[in-house]
C-alpha cells in the first residue's frame, strides 16, 4: 500500500505531524516497536509544540463523568471517558452483553454491588444533567444513583418498589407520580437550569421544581448511596455527569453512545521510506504503509498533555523512520486503530507482553492478559509528575501494588523492564519482586536498590532451580533510572542500566520453571512484606520474548522522549 499526500511540505495549520524517527539512535533495524509519542509544549528531541492538537480535538470540559459500559476491562476496571479520568471503585459490578441498551454490553448490579467516586468538581451552583439508561430487575428497595450525602449537597434518586423518591437538596424524599416497570428500559434525565431542577422519564418531564440543592459535594454512588444500603439489582447504561442543563423541555432520548469529543479519530501512519519520492532510500519493503495500533496512556486536556504508544512495524537503522499523526476533526472515525488502556486496539500494541503498567493512575496492565495490580494503601494522591509524563509515588511504608500469577515459567525466556527514582540511599527495597514463594526451585526475578542497605548498590537477581544469577551495579539511585533484565535460555542473565549493557553474562543453570502455583508478585516491596520502596516507579513491562541490546537502547531513548523530532505536516492518505 503506497501513500500520497494532497500538497506540499506542511505548515502550522496543518492538523498533521511528521514524527521523524532519528535512524542514528537505532542499531538494528526493529520491528513491531512501541514508539512513546509524547505530546505538549516541549515533545521531542527540539522540545516540539505539539499543543494545538489540543484545540482542535477539544474535549467538552464539561463532561464530568461517562461511563460507557464497553470500556468496562475484564478485572472490573470502569473507565471514565471524559477527560478527567475518574477513579471509578468497583464491588461486584460486571458486564453484561445479554442486557444492553447501547453498544455492546450494560454494567450489570447483582443486588450487593455498587460503584462509588469523586467528581473533578463538585457540581455547586451550576446547570448540570445527570442521565443515563435503567433497567431494573426488581423494584425492591435500591438507590439508583447519588450526588454528595449531607443537608442540601445531598441528590439522589431511589427505586421504593416502583415508586420513586426524589432527593433534592434534602436527606428527605418528594415521592413523585410516577413508577418503573421492571424489565424494561427507560432513559433517566435530572437536569437542572438556574434554580430549577427537573425530572424526566423518557424524555417526558415527571416533576419540576425549585431547587435548594447546593452540590458543594464531590462524592458519587451507583447502584447505591456511598455503598451502604439498598443495592440495586438491574442494570445501567450510558452514564452521564456534565456541567449543561442539555434538555428544557421534553425531548426524545437517543440510543447512542454520547460524543466526548472523540479522541478515536486520531490516524497514525507508517511511511515506509521506498514509498515516498522524498526519500527513496533502502528500507524493508516487506514492511508496506500502514496504519499503526496505538494505545492512549494518557490525555490530559486541561494541562495539554498526553502520552501515546504507537506500534511502529518497521524501523531502519538506516534511515529515519517516519510516522504521519492526523488530528483533524473531521476524519473518520478509527476506533479500529486507536483505543485507550484496556480497548483491543491499544492492547495490540503489547502483543508480545506477558504484562505492561504504565502507573499513569491505577494498576491497569495494558495487554490482553488482563495482568491488572492491587493498590495497596494508594490512591490517586500517588500519581506524581515522573520523567515523561506521571508515575507512582511510594511511601517507603506500607504502599506497594500486588500482581495476579503471571504464568509465564514454561517459555525459559523473558524481558524485565522497570523505571524507578528512590528518595532513600540507605535503606535496601524492592521495585519489583516477581514470582517469590517459599520454594526454592521456583523461578524468582528482583530488582533491588541498596542492596545489603549499601548505598546506591543496585541488584538485578534471578533465582532458577535454586541457583541464582546476580549481578550488582553501584549508581545514583536518586535520579530516574532504567533498569532492564533479560533472562535467556537455560536461565542465563544479562543486566542493563539506562539502555546500556553492564556487563558479561551471567551464566545460570536449568530452565526457568515453576514448582509451585502459589507466586507472589509484587511492585515496591518484597514478597514477604519488608523492604518497602520509597520514591517513584513507572513503566513496568514483562516480555514473552528476548529483547536485543539494541531493542533496549532504543526503547531507553524513546522512553526519554529523546529518540523523535516533530514537524507539521500534511495528511497522508493510503492508497490501495
Known amino acids: 500500500m503506497a501513500v500520497t499526500r494532497a500538497s506540499g511540505l506542511g505548515s502550522a495549520d496543518k ?21 512513546l509519542v509524547n505530546l505538549g509544549a516541549d515533545s521531542g528531541i527540539d522540545g516540539f509544540d505539539s499543543t494545538n492538537i489540543f484545540s482542535e480535538l477539544v474535549i467538552n470540559p464539561n463532561l464530568l463523568l461517562m461511563l460507557a459500559s464497553d470500556q468496562l476491562i475484564s478485572n472490573g476496571i470502569i473507565v471514565d471517558s471524559s477527560i478527567y479520568n475518574t477513579d471509578i471503585s468497583n464491588t461486584n459490578t460486571v458486564h453484561s452483553q445479554v442486557v444492553k441498551k447501547i453498544g455492546e454490553s450494560s454494567l ?11 467528581l473533578h468538581t463538585a457540581l455547586g451552583d451550576d446547570d448540570f444533567t445527570i442521565d443515563f439508561w435503567y433497567y431494573p430487575e426488581s423494584n425492591a428497595n435500591h438507590i439508583i444513583m447519588s450526588v454528595g450525602s449531607t443537608g442540601t449537597n445531598r441528590l439522589a434518586l431511589q427505586n421504593y418498589n416502583g415508586s420513586i423518591y426524589f432527593y433534592n437538596g434534602s436527606l428527605s424524599y418528594t415521592s413523585l407520580s410516577a413508577g418503573f416497570v421492571a424489565y424494561t428500559w427507560v432513559h ?28 458543594n459535594e464531590t462524592n458519587i454512588g451507583i447502584g447505591s448511596s456511598g455503598g451502604a444500603v439498598a443495592f440495586l439489582q438491574g442494570n445501567i447504561d450510558e452514564f452521564r455527569i456534565i456541567k449543561e442543563a442539555v434538555w428544557l423541555s421534553d425531548f426524545t432520548p437517543e440510543v447512542v453512545h454520547y460524543t466526548t469529543g472523540s479522541l478515536k479519530i486520531l490516524n497514525a501512519v507508517y511511511i515506509n521510506p521506498a514509498d515516498t519520492a522524498s526519500n527513496p532510500m533502502p528500507s524493508d519493503t516487506t514492511i508496506y504503509s500502514r496504519q499503526c495500533k496505538v494505545e492512549i496512556d494518557r490525555w490530559d486536556q486541561v494541562n495539554q498533555q498526553a502520552q ?31 483505543g485507550e488502556t484496556g480497548e483491543v486496539p491499544a492492547q495490540a500494541v ?38 515523561v509524563g506521571k508515575g507512582l509515588s511510594f511511601n517507603g511504608i506500607d504502599e506497594s501494588i500486588t500482581l495476579p500469577d503471571l504464568n509465564h515459567g514454561s517459555l ?12 532513600d540511599i540507605t535503606m535496601q527495597a524492592s521495585v519489583v519482586d516477581l514470582n517469590n514463594s517459599t520454594e526454592t526451585s521456583d523461578p524468582n526475578v528482583q530488582v533491588n536498590i541498596n542492596q545489603g542497605n549499601v548505598s546506591n548498590e543496585i541488584m538485578y537477581y534471578t533465582r532458577h532451580n535454586a541457583t541464582n544469577q546476580q549481578h550488582n ?12 533484565l533479560v533472562s535467556t535460555e537455560n536461565s542465563d542473565m544479562d543486566a ?52 536485543s541490546a539494541s531493542y533496549i537502547a532504543t526503547n531507553y531513548e524513546s522512553t526519554q522522549d529523546s529518540l523523535v523530532t516533530f514537524s507539521y505536516a500534511d495528511v497522508y492518505e493510503l492508497n490501495p
Open 15 to 35: 492538523n498533521a505531524f511528521n514524527i521523524t524517527i532519528d535512524h542514528t539512535k537505532v542499531v538494528e533495524d526493529l520491528y513491531d516497536f512501541p514508539l
Open 188 to 215: 433517566v434525565a435530572i437536569v437542572r437550569s438556574g434554580s430549577n431542577i427537573k425530572v424526566y422519564l423518557d424524555g417526558i418531564e415527571v416533576h419540576s421544581t425549585v431547587t435548594p440543592f447546593t452540590g
Open 350 to 387: 503489547w502483543e508480545d507482553y506477558f504484562g505492561v503498567w504504565h502507573q499513569s493512575f491505577d494498576g491497569a496492565d495494558s495487554t490482553i492478559n488482563a495482568n491488572h495490580g492491587t493498590l495497596i494503601n494508594m490512591d490517586d494522591s500517588n500519581i506524581v509528575d515522573f520523567g
Open 473 to 484: 551495579e553501584n549508581s545514583d539511585v536518586t535520579v530516574s533510572n532504567t533498569f532492564d
Open 496 to 547: 542493563f542500566l539506562n539502555g546500556q549493557d553492564l556487563s558479561s553474562v551471567e551464566v545460570g543453570v536449568g530452565d526457568y520453571v515453576y514448582s509451585n502455583d502459589t507466586l507472589e508478585n509484587k511492585i515496591g516491596v518484597h514478597r514477604l512484606g519488608a523492604g518497602f520502596f520509597e520514591g517513584n516507579i513507572k513503566e513496568i513491562r514483562l516480555s514473552k520474548a528476548i529483547k
Open 108 to 118: 450489570l448490579f447483582n443486588g450487593n454491588s455498587h460503584l462509588s467516586g469523586n
Open 308 to 338: 501515546l504508544w504507537v506500534k511502529v512495524p518497521y524501523i531502519s537503522k538506516d534511515v529515519d523512520t517516519i510516522i504521519n499523526l492526523s488530528f483533524d476533526s473531521g476524519n473518520d472515525d478509527n476506533s479500529d486503530n486507536i
Open 412 to 423: 525459559n525466556q523473558f524481558s524485565l523492564s522497570v523505571t524507578a527514582m528512590s528518595n
